[in-house]
């Protein structure tokens, strides 16, 4: 099982652009990276995934180098409902069978202020 | 379009009760897990069914069973309800094999063990 380090918290301001590096230094092979996003009293939310190089969408960048064994979230342009808990979850979430387990870590509180 | 459902979403029990949560996902997913958060903490993975059938172990098994009742239902059963168990629980499903890899999460079933 890929364990997952990332910082407890973060503070930015509006406007800025925040990233959040996760530690995954034990990844496996088929193992994917997965960004959650998580607001108070709600389930959390997938935000973008990756497996290597670059990743964007309409919300988001992953930034994976070359030996996986961390990876970056990019945020551009945070506004004051970005405020969350961000979640780093490695696994073999496309597995043909069997995704296993599928653990968090204690995941990034971002503050975000006006 | 539904997604993952819980039942219920808040209940409070004396220690010693027991009881069951409930979810159901309508998306056709293999894959189903049940987690457990604190407050202020990250998720921590209770059990999880990887097919129909089938159910394994994840970090705090610990005072808990599960049963997946068919492809769309798995349930979390406290047999005996202790106040560590006060927490909230979220079901999340997923399809293996698929194209996405996304881990889709319920909105939480909110327990108090008094």
């Known amino acids: 099982l890929a364990k997952t380090t990332q910082p407890i918290s973060m503070d930015s301001y509006e406007g800025q652009e925040v990233n959040i590096t996760c530690s995954h230094n034990?990844?496996?092979?088929?193992?994917?990276i997965t960004w959650y996003q998580q607001f108070p009293s709600q389930g959390p939310r997938f935000i973008i995934q990756?497996?290597?190089t670059k990743v964007t969408n309409e919300v988001a960048s992953l930034f994976i180098p070359a030996d996986r064994k961390s990876s970056t979230l990019s945020l551009p342009r945070v506004s004051l409902s970005d405020t969350a808990v961000y979640y780093c979850?490695?696994?073999?979430?496309?597995?043909?069978?069997?995704?296993?387990?599928?653990?968090f870590g204690q995941g990034t509180t971002l503050q975000v202020k006006p | 379009n539904a997604g993952v459902t819980q039942t219920p979403k808040f209940q409070v029990l004396k220690t010693g009760q027991s009881m069951t949560l409930q979810c159901a996902q309508d998306?056709?997913?293999?894959?189903m897990y049940w987690y457990r958060q604190d407050p202020g903490m990250g998720l921590r993975l209770i059990y999880y069914?990887?097919?129909?059938?089938?159910?394994d172990k994840g970090e705090v098994p610990n005072g808990y069973n599960v049963s997946r009742l068919n492809k769309r239902e798995f349930s979390l059963r406290l047999e005996s309800a202790a106040p560590s168990q006060t927490s909230v629980y979220f079901c999340?499903?997923?399809?293996?094999?698929?194209?996405?890899?996304?881990?889709?999460f319920g909105e939480g079933s909110r327990l108090t063990v008094l």
């Open positions: 069914s990887a097919s129909e059938g089938t159910t």
């Open positions: 034990n990844i496996a092979t088929n193992d994917y």
């Open positions: 990756g497996y290597k």
């Open positions: 998306m056709n997913h293999n894959s």
């Open positions: 979850l490695v696994g073999d979430m496309r597995g043909s069978s069997n995704t296993g387990k599928l653990i």
């Open positions: 999340a499903s997923i399809l293996t094999g698929g194209f996405s890899g996304e881990l889709f």
